[in-house]
């Protein structure tokens, strides 16, 4: 089944504790996206990867880093999470770039975060 | 930039009545436009997609028709059930100014009533 998973589903950490969220896809895409979601705020990017080894800043990437050094794999790392940080995270991919000939993202389930 | 505005939710409707979630865009393009939807505990997934002015798309009985003289793809539904109860994405992708990106709205939640 073509899908992107993402662990864990539910995570509480402390202020100031790395962790990693992974995701990975199984479809060979190319593009690959994390975001979040925050009530009101809709979803926000946070980074993106156009293939292995480029990645780039989204619209909030501060606290936040990635890496793309397989294809299929873009894991989310919080080097120190900090409580505005606390929310829930989608990993997203898509065969190219969304711009190019209207590339539909397939999402992951979700990764709820809370830092305290 | 380019960007997406819905209405604001939540949105409340009893089972088989008529729905309409507004969206309208801006883009220095010309975008393609989506709708997304997001069942409770679970990620988005495409609903219906749009790429050119006066196209209709359509799913599930769901339907938005690209208004290019309005800049509007207004997403309709006959007769809604109790299973549509999600939240609901507008968004637009722009190969002209933002080709690594789509941009969403900020979602619509729809409960319906039995």
């Known amino acids: 089944e073509a899908q992107v998973t993402q662990n864990p589903r539910y995570l509480i950490t402390v202020t100031g504790k790395k962790l990693t969220v992974t995701c990975s896809q199984n479809?060979?895409?190319?593009?690959m996206s994390w975001y979040r979601q925050d009530p009101g705020l809709g979803l926000r990017q946070i980074y993106y990867s156009m293939n292995v080894e480029v990645t780039d800043k989204g619209d909030v990437p501060e606290g936040y880093k990635v890496s793309r050094k397989e294809k299929r794999n873009f894991p989310l790392i919080l080097e120190s999470p900090s409580p505005n940080q606390t929310s829930l995270y989608f990993c997203?991919?898509?065969?190219?770039?969304?711009?190019?000939?209207?590339?539909?993202?397939?999402f992951g389930a979700g990764s709820r975060l809370t830092v305290l | 930039g380019d960007s997406v505005t819905q209405m604001e939710g939540p949105v409340t409707l009893s089972e088989e009545a008529f729905l309409t979630i507004n969206c309208t865009y801006t883009?220095?393009?010309?975008?393609?436009l989506f709708w997304y939807v997001q069942y409770p505990g679970e990620g988005l997934q495409l609903l219906l997609k749009?790429?050119?002015?006066?196209d209709k798309g359509s799913n599930k009985g769901f339907e938005a028709t690209y208004r290019k003289e309005t800049t509007s793809f207004h997403l309709e539904k006959g007769s809604v059930q109790v299973s549509d109860s999600a939240v609901y994405f507008c968004?637009?992708?722009?190969?002209?100014?933002?080709?690594?990106?789509?941009?969403f709205g900020s979602g619509t939640r729809l409960s319906i009533r039995p």
């Open positions: 968004a637009l992708t722009d190969p002209y100014s933002s080709a690594s990106k789509i941009i």
């Open positions: 479809m060979n895409h190319e593009y």
């Open positions: 997203a991919s898509s065969q190219n770039t969304p711009g190019s000939g209207a590339n539909v993202l397939t």
């Open positions: 883009a220095t393009g010309y975008p393609s």
């Open positions: 749009a790429t050119k002015a006066d």
